[in-house]
Each structure stands twice: as C-alpha cells, then as structure tokens.
C-alpha cells in the first residue's frame, strides 16, 4: 500500500534550538518527495523538492535529505525562530501518476 | 504572485443543507484538486479534474460532486450536508506537466456541520 508516514506527531523545542523531523514512506515507484510549510489557517506551501538523484538539499535554515534507499527522509531545521511554528507535511508523488501521497503532518511549535 | 482563491475561510451549515465551495486559480493550470483535511489523517483526496468538464474520483469521493465548466474554477458540492463532513477543505491546482511540478494551495475553508 503506498503510504507516507510521519514523526514526531508533534513537537515543541525553544526558540534558536534545532529539531529534525522524519519521512518514512511506501510508495513505489517513487517519483519525487516534497516537504510543504503550513501555518495555522492556511494551504501548504512548498519549502523543498527532493527527487531520486538527490541526497541533501539546503533552503535557508531548512535542510532536507533523502534516503531512497530506505525510502526515509528528513527535514532539519536549524536555528528555529518562533515563524517555524507550523505544520510541516512530507508529500509523495508516484512516478507515472497524477496523485500525491501526503503524510498525517509534524506539528511544530516554537517557544520563546 | 500566483494565486489559488477559495471563496470562503469560514462556512457554517446546517445538516441536510446543499453546500458551494469555490475555488479559482489564475496560472492557467489543468489540474485541480479538491481535499479534506482532519487532524491526524493528513490531507485526503476527494476529487480531481485534469481539464474543463473532466473529472475523476479520489480516494474519499462519497457524498461529494465537483463542477468544473471554466479552465480557471473548480467547485466541491456537498450534496445534503452531514457532520461527518465537517472539515478543513482544501483546493489545489498543478500544471499538466506530471514532472516535478509544485501543488499551490488555497488558503482553506472550513466548514462547520450542525
């Protein structure tokens, strides 16, 4: 079955800290995997794209990192400021079809 | 700035009610989407169409319709409105291409059943 998994279900670290968050996912064949932003009351919003060929990608303080292997990836973010509280949902696509495969969400909170 | 507007941020209706929800874009996009979000289930695929008057099902079509007679706008229809469906609803729009391409998100609406 073509799932995508996510962890921590929620989190909460302090203001200049970093926290990583985790992707498993099943879905075959794998076309590209994204990491979408979404703030409270609003659509997500596209932070990165991963696709087969790539390991590590940097967006600012976001770095993501993919593992196609075993099929995992992760989303670092470093020096966390309190605009980071949001959920951030992995989102797969499959090759050959017009349908993504979204993840339940992490949902971060960032304390003062 | 490209856009993907939903007509409202707020609904409430009452069970039994037919329910409009609106969603336009303006990127001259093929595809668009229409999802349901619930806390803990991510974002579930309700209905999809790929061009004006086409329209497939997604994962959790029942009790929904879609509209699409204008490239640019892509209607839900919640036929007799039920507390189940109460919800965050989500319109989504991508180009044709099935490559790399970004989904772009509305900003929501959700929709309260009583």
């Known amino acids: 079955k073509n799932q995508v998994e996510q962890s921590p279900q929620s989190l909460i670290i302090l203001e200049g800290k970093n926290c990583t968050l985790q992707?498993?996912?099943?879905?075959?064949?794998?076309?590209?995997l994204r990491w979408y932003k979404q703030d409270t009351g609003r659509g997500p919003v596209s932070l990165t794209i991963?696709?087969?060929?790539?390991n590590t990608k940097s967006n600012g303080r976001y770095t993501a990192t993919l593992d196609a292997d075993t099929k995992q990836s992760s989303l670092h973010i470093t020096a966390s400021q309190l605009s980071d509280s949001a959920s951030y949902i992995c989102v797969v696509r499959r090759g050959g079809y017009n349908k993504l495969i979204f993840g339940a969400g992490t949902r971060l909170a960032v304390h003062p | 700035d490209v856009k993907v507007t939903q007509s409202s941020r707020y609904l409430v209706k009452r069970t039994g009610e037919k329910v409009f929800l609106e969603c336009v874009q303006d990127m001259d996009h093929e595809n668009m989407f229409w999802y349901r979000q619930d806390p803990g289930l991510g974002l579930r695929l309700i209905y999809f169409?790929?061009?004006?008057?086409?329209?497939e099902k997604g994962d959790i079509p029942e009790g929904y319709s879609v509209s699409r007679e204008k490239k640019e706008r892509f209607s839900l229809i919640l036929e007799s409105a039920s507390t189940n469906q109460t919800s965050m609803y989500l319109c989504?729009?991508?180009?044709?291409?099935?490559?790399?391409?970004?989904?772009?998100f509305g900003q929501g609406t959700r929709l309260t059943v009583v």
């Open positions: 992707c498993n996912y099943t879905v075959s064949p794998f076309s590209n």
């Open positions: 991963m696709t087969f060929s790539e």
């Open positions: 169409s790929y061009d004006v008057k086409m329209k």
């Open positions: 989504a729009s991508t180009p044709r291409d099935r490559g790399n391409t970004e989904a772009f």
